[in-house]
Nanobody, 130 residues
Framework: QVQLVESGGGVVQAGGSLGLSCVRS????????MGWFRQAPGKERSFVAG????????YYADSVKGRFTISRDNAKNAMWLQMNSLNPEDTAVYYC???????????????????????WGQGTQVTVSS
């Protein structure tokens, strides 16, 4: 059973930084891209950042470009999201997700579509106070 486990959420003041981690456990499976999504109360889950299998291509939502950085280390089965210059609008539950590359749909064209991801973590709360 594949599991994704996020950690690192918490409460931070506006302008501060937080780092999120996502670790995969369970049986190894095909190469996969990964992404971070977030969901604020009363809103739909939205794309934050994505990274391909090798880590050479990254994608960001416009709202986080220049502030957030996604990275991964396949040897550690881990992915991270470094979040800087946080503001109250970043408050949400953050989820990591894995996108199997056996799909016919290219990750580069679908990285922001949550319905295309195959595995999800349980989420970690990030709260930014003003």
């Amino acid at each position: 059973q594949v599991q994704l486990v996020e950690s690192g959420g918490g409460v931070v003041q506006a302008g501060g930084s937080l780092g999120l981690s996502c670790v995969r456990s369970g049986l190894a499976f095909s190469p996969y891209a990964m992404g971070w999504f977030r969901q604020a109360p009363g809103k739909e889950r939205s794309f934050v950042a994505g990274i391909n299998w090798s880590g050479t291509s990254t994608y960001y939502a416009d709202s986080v470009k220049g502030r957030f950085t996604i990275s991964r280390d396949n040897a550690k089965n881990a992915m991270w999201l470094q979040m800087n210059s946080l503001n109250p609008e970043d408050t949400a539950v953050y989820y990591c997700a894995a996108y199997l590359l056996t799909k016919r749909l290219a990750f580069s064209s679908n990285y922001d579509r949550p319905e295309e991801y195959d595995y999800w973590g349980q989420g970690t709360q990030v709260t930014v106070s003003s």
